[in-house]
C-alpha cells in the first residue's frame, strides 16, 4: 500500500476503470507509443553492455470488488500476467538478486510480490499464478491475519476487507510460495524510533510467522514503502539478522552490480497502460531516486 493512496478520496476508487481512469491510461499510452524508438535504443543498449536491470511489481488484492487503488480486477490482472510473460521473464527474488550479484544481465526479467494478506487473492489470482508456476512473494502483516480484524487503511476508507487466514499462509507456503514479513500491524516504520518496537514490529512479527508456517522468513517489505516510510535501523537489523533482503516500494529498478539487499519495487497498478510504461525502461524511471540504505 503506498501512502499517497491512503490521502486520496474514497469516491476516486470507485472511479476506477471508468471514463477519468481509461482518459488517464490512454495518455500514458500515447506517451510510451511516442518514446518507445528511445526505449527500444536503451533496452538493446543494456542488453549488449549486460546492464539490464530487473523491475519487481507489488500488488494487493486481486478481486471483481474493485473497491480501492490496490485492487484490480481479475481479468485485468489477467491481462497484465500475459503481458509480462510474453515480454519478461517473470523470476523469483532470489533470481533477481543472483542476477543483481552476477554483476551482469541481459534477460529482461520481472519479479511478482503482494503486500498486506487479502483473503481473496486465494479465490483466483493466486491460484492462478500456482497453476503455471509463476514465482511471486506474498508480503503478510501477521497482525490481521491472526485477528482477522481489516486493515486500518481499509477502515479508514470506510471498506474494511478480510485479510488471508493463517491457514491459506500456510498453504501457499507449503505450495512453495515464499511468504515475507510486512510488520506485525502495518506501522509506517518511518516513524518509530523505538528499537524495541521496532524488532517486535519487524523481527518478532516474522519470527512468530515462521514458528506458525514452519518455513524460514527471509524476505521483509516496509509497509507504505515510500521513501519517508523507510528506516535505516531495521536495514540495519535486517542485514545483521541475515535476512536475504528487504523491500521499498517508492518505484525504481535493480541494477545488475548494484547492493541486492535493497530491492526495489513498482506498484502493480490497475492500469496495464501505466504498468507497460514503467517496465518498458522510461528514462525518467531509469534515473528515479535512490537511498542509501
Ligand atoms: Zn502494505
Known sequence: MQSQDTKLPYKYYLLANTEMFSIDSTLIETYRLATLPSRCAMRMWMQHTGTLPIGILFYHRISENVLNPWTISPQAFRRQIEWLKANYEIVSLEQCQSRMVSGENRRPSVAITFDDGYAENCQWALPYLLEQNIPFTYFVTLGNVLSQSAFRHDIECNAPLSP????QIRELADAGVEIGGHTRTHIDLGTVADPEVLADEVFGSMDEMSELIKKPIRYFAFPFGQLSNLNPVVFQ?????????????????NFPGTDPFHLKRFHGDPSLARVKNWMTYDQRVLRSPDCNF
Not at 542485514?239 to 517508492?250: K, P, T
Request: net charge neutral; with cysteine; aromatic share 10%.
Open 164 to 167: 488471508n487466514s493463517i491457514e
Open 237 to 253: 537489523m535486517a542485514r545483521e539478522r541475515g535476512l536475504l533482503g528487504v523491500c521499498s516500494a517508492y518505484g525504481g529498478f
